[in-house]
């Protein structure tokens, strides 16, 4: 089948369901990067966000954007970078938190942070609840993670970094 | 000089301090101290290309003459490179890397919260996002000052030292030429002299809680924004460009 006539809206829906490559269990849309969807020129706009400005997925996210709309038909895809708004972990969904968690990624504590955020700030262990944790490192697996440890369950885990 | 040709320059200074540190701190990539020390730097060092794409692509897309900004970034001799002298030091021993990323990350907080005021919109939404990074290297770096400053005998000997030797190349974070002047006044630019006190407040904050004297400033290494730089910026770029020139136009 192929689409020539699609609203930005069915275009959005379409490429929404895509996971972030980083972490699969969440989608573009959950995590902010999906921004929006336009027409111009007879051509749809596609504008994303990157979570940090080196978010090495960014040419994945584009690649299969186009690859999602060319399967409907629809060749002419212009995939936008935009740094403004600046993205932010307030754009995750409670729901994402939720997938996050499950996936064994602690989810950020705040809804705003214009702060930094401390090492004795409180992290709850994602595996098993406690509150018993210690910050390793402000880095972590990737730009957007910091890397604790639970001194109940003993395990290793990442904390989604408030930003 | 048109406020095309002062943003060109603007953009391109600001994005070669980010590749230039970028790349140093990616040669300390599987050399880190300790496994959780190799991957903060090298997720610093990460931050700072993408810093340096944005920056680099913004000062091509400014120029519009066909370049891209890996043009930009891998095809420029020595002496048209105008990132500050600092940030092209080496690594030497891990205090002395700390001492640079103190003084560059304090300087660069501060210079970037400015940067959010831009008239400039892509200057300033590209400051908005660099904002939120630095601040964890800038963290980053007091944390480590503050614990080897004031740890053992030797951590403080070496971080002092490192400190020292680090100095003379922080006077020039707060030179004004002629393109600072030109876009300070066009409301794109930072006004970098008061930007010096406050650094100068927090950088000897720091130093006094790690139990390390703030040197006395004395001669300072000046150049980069004419182009001229410490023999380290050569031997960095003989590395950095070895692919493009050795294969023009290689692509992955």
Redesign the interface.
Same mark, same amino acid.
């Given at each position: 089948m192929v689409d020539t006539e699609l609203y930005p809206d069915q275009v959005y829906d379409l490429i929404s369901v895509i996971p972030d490559p980083e972490i699969p269990v969440i989608t573009i849309k959950d995590l902010g990067i999906l921004r929006a969807v336009r027409i111009e020129d007879e051509e749809y706009i596609v504008t994303i966000t990157?979570t940090?400005? *080196?978010?090495?997925a960014m040419g994945m996210i584009e690649d299969q954007i186009k690859e999602i709309l060319s399967e409907r038909g629809i060749k002419k895809v212009k995939v936008e970078l935009?740094? %403004?708004? *600046?993205?932010t972990t307030d754009w995750l969904s409670y729901e994402a938190k939720i997938k996050l968690k499950q996936y064994g990624i602690a989810p950020p504590n705040h809804s705003s942070c214009s702060h930094?955020f401390d090492a004795s700030e409180k992290v709850i262990c994602p595996r098993c609840n406690s509150k018993q944790t210690e910050l390793? %490192?402000?880095?972590? %697996?990737t *730009?957007c993670k910091a890397?604790y440890k639970c001194n109940s369950c003993k395990e290793t885990f990442d904390l989604f970094k408030c930003? | 000089m048109t406020t095309k040709e002062a943003t060109y320059t603007y953009a391109l200074r600001l994005g070669d301090d980010a590749l230039i540190l970028g790349h140093r701190l990616s040669e300390l990539c599987s050399r880190g101290p300790i496994l959780e020390e190799d991957l903060a730097l090298t997720n610093i060092s990460l931050d700072m290309i993408g810093r340096a794409q944005a920056l680099l692509k913004y000062a091509a897309d400014t120029e519009n003459n066909g370049n891209t900004e890996d043009d930009i970034a891998y095809r420029r001799a020595e002496n048209h490179y105008y990132n500050h002298l600092l940030v092209e030091q080496p690594n030497g021993d891990f205090a002395h890397t700390i001492a640079r990323q103190l003084l560059i990350s304090v300087f660069e907080y501060l210079f970037y919260t400015e940067l959010e005021k831009s008239r400039d919109e892509n200057l300033s939404a590209i400051a908005k996002k660099v904002t939120k990074e630095v601040k964890y290297h800038m963290q980053h770096a007091i944390d480590w000052t503050i614990r080897l400053g004031d740890g053992t005998n030797e951590s403080h000997k070496r971080m002092q030292t490192a400190i020292n030797d680090m100095w003379m190349y922080s006077g020039e974070l707060f030179e004004m030429d002629e393109v600072d002047q030109y876009l300070f006044r066009e409301g794109v630019a930072v006004d970098l002299i008061p930007l010096k006190a406050h650094w100068q407040n927090r950088i000897q904050t720091v130093l006094t809680k790690a139990t390390l004297v703030t040197p006395e400033d004395g001669y300072m290494q000046t150049g980069s924004k004419k182009g001229v730089h410490s023999e380290n910026l050569g031997h960095i770029l003989s590395e950095m460009q070895y692919l493009q020139r050795s294969y023009p136009d290689a692509k992955w």
């Open positions: 990157p940090y400005t *080196a978010c090495p935009t740094y %403004s708004p *600046a993205w930094m390793i %490192s402000r880095f972590g %697996s *730009a890397l930003h | -």
